[in-house]
């Protein structure tokens, strides 16, 4: 009998087609001509894309697939699929399986229903998807899924992945000129690496199909506090429940057998609130593998029961749900840039990659922060649960120690313990950050990776991280240009250190985040504090930011127009449907419901008084009730005229939003959580927080 290991083994990438199947099934030419694809850039004929084509095919046969799809990233944020069957017809009406190179390489979906922000007009409906050789194909519901990118007729990129593999391309490039400074001439890759840690909430299905604002926004829009919440601080790695268990179980053997190498669980803060932490992959596969969790999230809790709600804010007054992106470079010999080294010439080199970090982060701080705007994102930045929306770097006491000397120049203490005097011929070791981890921090270094704490749970890792991936290539760039003019390299190194940690020492800051005096300070520095996305999507395509991506060939200045034009629809379009929806539930559901109660209170007091009863009680309450549906109603009423309103200009239609529509929503919502505290819960028509919190 196997043991749990050797089962574990065997159930991880069972369903992928990954290099160990390749090479298995291709013959020793076609697969060196896929190696090269992916190593050197290298096309493959179309006498190779067959070969490849067949042995997929027999191999998902196997499997047991039927049909085979495109996977593609559009700007939805989720992914498409298009299915197509293997069945040929042949001669005496019968079938043969049938799947051509041609075919594995380029789709054509129909592209008119998803975002471009005007990249084609709705009646260009051609896209064309092409195979993303550096990340596997798997098997999943009887169908092979195979990782692609998503063009226009055109060429634009219509989707997430085409930018991130560019991106990641040009960092390796620019990180490779760097590292022949230092002697290295080995390197042939560097890699952005990442680690996503997912948050999500768990709540009974039952309950959730009964609350239309779940349903229809991934949020409730309505909730008076229960009396428990987070307070006792019970929940956050406690004992997982068995039912919750259960699903865990069955999430990590479905993330194993496609090949995610789900690794850490436990459960978060708020009750119901739970994590799925990955080890770390390139970042292309990690952004595949993250999307493909999302959906897992989903199936898995349907078989047992739940519903996943990876909304960055479902319930107010308990915390919300983040996506944690863990993001380093390494290099194909297996060597972490963001490691302190152990001789002068290593910590010299680290510290010409944190210089880089650390300046384009300083200077493209906004271009940064319009990765993780979003609708949902809004109610948890800035909030005592989430970073604040100002971007700051924390680098632990350590390293800071090593930076005050690399701009005085004199000897500093660290952390009490030593003396340390930098010069770049003299490097010390510089010691792993002992330092407690700064939870307030936007963007966190720990030990040998930054942890970018602002995403929101339910979006996208591919945005954050080709801003990541473009700014440090562009930094590493204009440092490579300086260095390798150089005729004192060592010298110029240091100068080049001390002028950048002096001029951007202000992007450094390691207290706490949540602290009012933060946003004081952040101002003096001259920080960007773009507190919601109204105000962080008018720096999307800023003439920096324009130029930043065209000029390392990220995005056309089209493209990333587009895509402004795409997160501000999808901004608006998230608003309008939450507001629509608090408006149907206010007048279908909560008036009506506080209605009958208040008039059940009057027959009562009625009933009393005929008794020679008194019934001050429900007459109170019930002229409470009526005064609070008359202000309701009126709020309602008000909401609904002000969203007649919208204008059509999508820009000016987000700032009337922000600052109109959601002060209406506001003033509603209080007044609803007031009937509800008042409501019998006999006639309060859905679920309440006490009852989704707590359904585990």
Known sequence: MKNEKNAVTELFGSMVFNEERMKERLSPMAYGAWKKCITEGNSLDLATANEIAEAMKQWALEQGATHYTHWFQPMTGVTAEKHDSFIAPTEGGRIMMEFSGKELVKGEPDASSFPSGGLRATFEARGYTAWDPTSFAFVKNGSLYIPTVFCSYGGQALDKKTPLLRSMDEVSRQSIRILRLFGDEETRRVTAQVGPEQEYFLIDKELYEKRRDLKLTGRTLFGN???????????????????????????????????????TKHNE????????????????????????????????????????????????????????????????????????????????????????????????????????????????????????????????????AVVESIISGKSVKTGGKRSLTIGVDVLPAIPQDNTDRNRTSPMAFTGNKFEFRMLGSSQSISGPNIALNTIMAQELKEFADKLE?????????????????????????????????????????????????????????????????????????????????????????????????????????????????????????????????????????????????????????????DMDKIPADAEKAMRYIHRTILADMAKARDLADQLEAKTDAEYWPFPTYSDLLFSE
């Open 485 to 641: 003019k150089s005729k004192n390299f060592q010298g110029d190194l240091q100068k080049l250190l001390k002028k950048v940690f002096t001029e951007h020492q202000r992007i450094i800051f390691n207290g706490n985040g949540y602290d009012a005096s933060w946003v004081k300070e952040a101002e003096k520095r001259g920080l960007a504090n773009l507190v919601s996305t109204a105000d962080a999507l008018s720096h999307y395509a800023s003439p920096k930011n324009v130029k930043l991506y065209t000029e390392n060939s990220i995005y056309t200045e089209e493209e990333l127009k587009a895509r402004a034009n795409i997160h501000m629809e999808t901004y608006n379009a998230t608003i309008e449907i939450e507001a629509r929806t608090m408006i149907d539930m206010i007048d279908h559901e909560i008036l009506p419901a506080a209605s009958a109660y208040a008039t059940e209170l009057c027959e009562r007091a009625g009933v009393k008084s005929d008794a020679g009863v008194s019934g001050k009680y429900e007459a109170k309450l019930a002229g409470t009730l009526a005064k609070l549906t008359d202000d309701l109603a009126a709020a309602n009423e008000k909401l609904t005229r």
């Open 225 to 263: 506090k229960p009396p428990k919440g987070q307070e006792l601080e019970d929940h956050y790695f406690g004992q997982i429940k068995p039912r919750v268990a259960a699903f865990m179980a069955d999430l990590d053997a479905e993330l194993w057998r496609v090949g995610v190498l789900s690794k």
């Open 269 to 400: 803060v708020a009750p119901s609130q739970h994590e799925m932490a990955p080890v770390y992959a390139d970042a292309n596969a990690a952004c595949d593998q993250n999307q493909l969790a999302m959906e897992l999230m989903k199936t898995v809790a349907d078989r047992h029961g739940f519903h996943c709600l990876l909304h960055e804010k479902p319930y107010a007054g308990v915390n919300g749900s983040g996506k944690h992106d863990n993001w380093s470079l390494s290099t194909d010999t297996g060597k972490n840039l963001f490691r302190p080294g152990s001789t002068p010439r290593q910590n010299a080199q680290f510290l010409l990659f944190l210089a880089a970090f650390v300046k384009g982060v300083d200077e493209y701080q906004e271009a940064l922060r319009v990765t993780v705007a979003s609708a949902g994102n809004d109610h948890r930045l800035g909030a005592q649960e989430a970073p604040p929306a100002i971007i700051s770097i924390f680098l632990g006491d350590e390293l800071e």
